[in-house]
């Protein structure tokens, strides 16, 4: 019993930073970069989902799920961040799976990260593994369509826009801006298993990783068809 009422301290506790996070990054990106959030209704009010994203700039994560206010997500982040003082604080209160990339395939993570998927909670993933250093949507890491067939769960694309242009790779100091995350339809768990088989019979992660990807990158140029290559999400000016 004392076991079961630590572990729901820690949850409250948890749900409690994560909360006043979410509420704070959300103000923040409401007042530096103008967060404009659509397609929210797409992420279902309970049951075990992964949100699967484009990556071009440390700000992803916070305005990915600052903008969600009925679930709470839970992120993959690499173990190295960890160290710093602040992030480390931070992502041990609010839930973040850590990832050894020294360690290759990291089976501890992907085993934790589908224990969350397990008891319903809502992961969120960045499949190109880290941030793009010119603006382009990349390939997924291998790994990543494995993890999604097994965990046998929708999986929500979203787009993220202008986080690029704000603070890219190698930048310290965020520009201020536009930014919209976009959620869209979510691919449902038969899809996935029947993309996951492949023509001889085997396993195919690869073409699951290339799907998601591929819902992602849609997302994008349908954005850029309604808005164009200058339209909401740019310009960005120094702060």
Not at 47 to 66: E, Q, T
Request: hydrophobic share 40%.
């Amino acid at each position: 019993m004392s076991g079961q009422g630590s572990a729901a301290n820690s949850s409250r506790a948890s749900n409690f930073w994560y909360g006043l996070g979410r509420r704070l990054f959300y103000v923040l990106a409401r007042l530096f970069f103008r967060l404009r959030v659509s397609g929210v209704e797409r992420i279902p009010r309970q049951g075990a989902c992964i949100v699967a994203a484009n990556h071009a700039s440390y700000l992803d994560p916070p305005l990915l799920g600052c903008g969600v206010r009925h679930r709470k997500f839970h992120y993959i982040a690499r173990l190295t961040l960890f160290r710093n003082p602040v992030l480390g604080f931070l992502f041990r209160r609010w839930g973040v799976v850590a990832l050894d990339r020294e360690r290759g395939g990291d089976v501890g993570a992907l085993r934790q990260a589908l224990r969350l998927l397990k008891q319903g909670h809502v992961l969120a993933l960045f499949p190109e593994g880290t941030r793009t250093p010119d603006g382009t949507i990349r390939d997924a890491k291998p790994g990543i369509g494995f993890l999604v067939a097994k965990a046998g769960v929708p999986v929500i694309p979203a787009h993220i826009d202008g986080t690029f242009r704000c603070l890219p790779k190698g930048r310290k100091v965020p520009r201020l801006g536009r930014v919209s995350v976009s959620f869209g339809a979510p691919i449902v768990p038969e899809e996935i298993a029947a993309c996951a088989r492949g023509a001889d019979g085997r396993s195919d992660f690869g073409a699951v990783s290339r799907l998601v990807m591929e819902r992602i990158r849609n997302l994008a140029e349908r954005r850029l068809d309604q808005h164009g290559p200058d339209g909401w999400a740019s310009p960005c000016r120094q702060v």
